[in-house]
């Protein structure tokens, strides 16, 4: 028996190596972003939100990168709600999703029963797996509680038991929050032949390499930032916006370097000091051997390794590219709360390279002289890369002291000491990262308890953060005796991030001294993290208000004497900042303001 069949425009596609599983890069057709924004909205719902015993151990990505080919093929709002509704079936099946408007769809499930015992998620911050299990201070787990719970019983505002949005024009979804514990139906085991990765070789894992593993990655990375993040309040970004570029984006890259690359941008969005992305490519891996600031526009060296590289210097071209054209390629990746922080990361960037081939570095004196030369990069972070400071305990003017708090430890501390309670003024450089010794210094400079600002991890229950309450924390800071002089001054600059910013944050508050030089960072609270396909995301995962709870993020702490470099400053060695302090300090030793009643 023999048939024809007539085939009609056929386009034939090589999409890479035979049996790889690898799928190319190709940009997203309009309906195939809208299928792919839908899927991303909830599948980020249903990861967090939904309790089945299921969805706690399915590995997300790899479910993700296994259905999303047929989920972006969708030809129509009736197809792409068919596929996200067989697509989560299997492991999530109260989940509905249908086309039409919010009420075109009647529950499939009963009621909740108020003496019901239910499990829902919990989440203090963005925990590292379901199980409780903490990574610094985030955890997420499954609570038990009545369908019924009062405020009280939930230790929070009580919540609805759903969740329903539009996740894409037409088609809506309907999510539950909490199931009934023993209801298998409902809240069902997961299959014991479960293979996410449909149709994939054996033994082929998700990868940057792989088109729809990209995709799931960086829509599983957005919607955990955007369940999670806690400063939108204050940032002024269209997050949904960037949703669409970023699957764009990753849909296009051509390798992982160019995935990085949309992924460090998704984070710059989040105007976050504490925003990285680290991982391939996400960092060069050498630089030239200085330390360099912007000083107003110029790029100055504030000190080098290299005989070729002086003081006060400024660094135009590096390989006949202008230093300004370079910070302009790098500062769109990069996630800063403030300016003075995009001016620190930028200025090591700038001067940063993916090779250790000897460079051009175009340079101009102070008096204007221009110069090539040829300098050898080493690895990044290698080099001693610290300006020359004055020693602790080191006498800058007739009665005024210098202590170093950059990673000062209690131990230097009490060596510096005699030298601090013997002074009449002290000036404290903060332009760094703190260690222990900051805190305790704190106690030598009040006679009664003093305290942080407010930690406040945020308490999720619920998505797009609706509802959330806060678990809040401080450090309490009993005085030490004997007592240093309160002639004081706090040197700060836009380096000066999270834990120094809790420093200066009780400086500030309780008037502990004057506060010279520039605004801090802007970031303050404690990392949270996010894999993404091998790259690891890092954003500020507690929110951290001043002690007023007037807003700290994006502002900082700022200084009462600002003072800033100069190139004729640093040509001649002086560093204004430290010299501002002095005066500062000397003035109040004259006026007596600093002694005690």
């Known amino acids: 028996r023999t048939s024809n069949t007539w085939i009609d425009d056929v386009k034939i596609e090589v999409i890479g190596d035979r049996g790889a599983g690898d799928v190319p890069p190709a940009p997203l057709s309009p309906r195939g972003l809208v299928n792919v924004r839908a899927f991303t909205e909830l599948l980020g719902v249903v990861e967090h939100f939904h309790p089945t015993n299921a969805a706690m151990l399915v590995d997300w990505q790899a479910f993700g990168t296994g259905v999303i080919p047929s989920i972006e093929a969708a030809n129509d709002n009736v197809a792409l709600a068919e596929g996200l509704d067989a697509a989560f079936e299997p492991i999530a099946p109260s989940v509905q999703v249908w086309v039409g408007d919010r009420g075109g769809m009647p529950p499939d499930t009963p009621l909740l029963d108020s003496e019901a015992t239910v499990v829902s998620y919990v989440h203090v911050g963005l925990g590292p797996d379901k199980q409780g299990t903490r990574s610094s201070v985030y955890s997420t787990w499954r609570e038990e509680h009545r369908a019924g719970a009062s405020a009280d019983e939930l230790r929070s505002p009580p919540f609805p038991s759903v969740w329903e949005g539009e996740i894409a024009p037409g088609v809506w979804a309907r999510v539950p929050l909490a199931l009934p514990r023993d209801d298998d139906a409902r809240n069902p085991e997961l299959p014991s032949d479960w293979n996410p990765l449909f149709g994939k070789p054996e033994g082929w894992r998700p990868s940057a390499a792989d088109r729809s593993s990209r995709l799931v990655a960086i829509g599983r990375a957005w919607a955990a930032l955007e369940h999670f993040y806690p400063?939108?309040?204050?940032?002024?970004?269209?997050?949904q916006a960037l949703l669409g570029s970023s699957l764009q984006g990753a849909a296009s890259a051509a390798d992982a370097e160019e995935f990085t690359r949309t992924v460090q941008r998704l984070v710059a969005a989040l105007d976050d000091g504490h925003g990285r992305v680290v991982g391939v490519g996400a960092a060069p891996s050498f630089q030239i051997p200085a330390l360099v600031e912007w000083v107003g526009e110029d790029l100055a060296v504030v000190y080098a390794l290299v005989a070729d590289l002086k003081r006060g210097d400024v660094i135009e071209a590096i390989d006949g590219v202008p230093a300004a054209d370079i910070r302009d390629q790098w500062a769109p990746l990069v996630s800063a709360s403030t300016e003075g922080w995009m001016r620190f990361r930028t200025a090591a960037l700038v001067i940063s390279t993916q090779s250790s081939e000897t460079v051009s570095v175009t340079t101009r004196s102070p008096d204007g002289h221009r110069s090539v030369v040829q300098v050898q990069p080493v690895a990044a972070n290698a080099a001693p890369l610290r300006a020359p400071r004055p020693a602790n305990g080191e006498e800058l003017a007739p009665g005024v002291v210098y202590f170093d708090l950059n990673a000062a430890t209690n131990a230097q501390l009490r060596d510096a000491l005699p030298a601090l309670q013997g002074a009449s003024g002290?000036?404290?450089d903060m332009r760094g990262?703190?260690?222990?010794?900051?805190?305790?210094v704190l106690r030598y400079l009040t006679d009664a308890p003093i305290h942080s600002a407010w930690w406040n991890i945020p308490v999720v229950r619920y998505p797009q953060q609706r509802g959330v309450t806060f678990d809040r924390s401080h450090?309490?800071?009993?005085?030490?005796?004997?007592?240093?002089?309160?002639?004081?001054?706090?040197?700060?600059d836009g380096r000066a991030i999270s834990y120094a910013e809790s420093i200066m944050g009780i400086?500030?508050?309780?008037?502990l001294g004057e506060i010279v030089g520039e605004p801090t960072a802007g970031a303050n609270g404690n990392v949270n993290t996010i894999n993404c396909l091998g790259l690891h995301i890092a954003f500020t995962g507690m929110k951290?208000?001043?002690?007023?709870?007037?807003q700290h993020h994006g502002v900082g702490i700022l200084p009462t004497a600002p003072a800033s470099r100069t190139i004729e400053g640093l040509a001649a060695g002086r560093d204004e900042m430290l010299?501002?302090?002095?005066?500062?300090?000397?003035?109040?030793?004259?006026?007596?303001?600093?002694?005690?009643?």
């Open 475 to 492: 450090w309490t800071l009993p005085p030490m005796q004997p007592g240093l002089t309160r002639n004081v001054a706090f040197v700060i």
């Open 426 to 428: 002290i000036v404290f």
């Open 433 to 440: 990262y703190p260690n222990d010794a900051a805190t305790t």
């Open 231 to 239: 400063y939108f309040d204050v940032v002024n970004v269209d997050w």
């Open 507 to 511: 400086v500030e508050h309780y008037k």
């Open 579 to 597: 010299d501002r302090a002095v005066e500062v300090v000397s003035a109040r030793i004259a006026s007596g303001e600093g002694e005690e009643d």
């Open 544 to 550: 951290v208000t001043k002690h007023d709870d007037s």
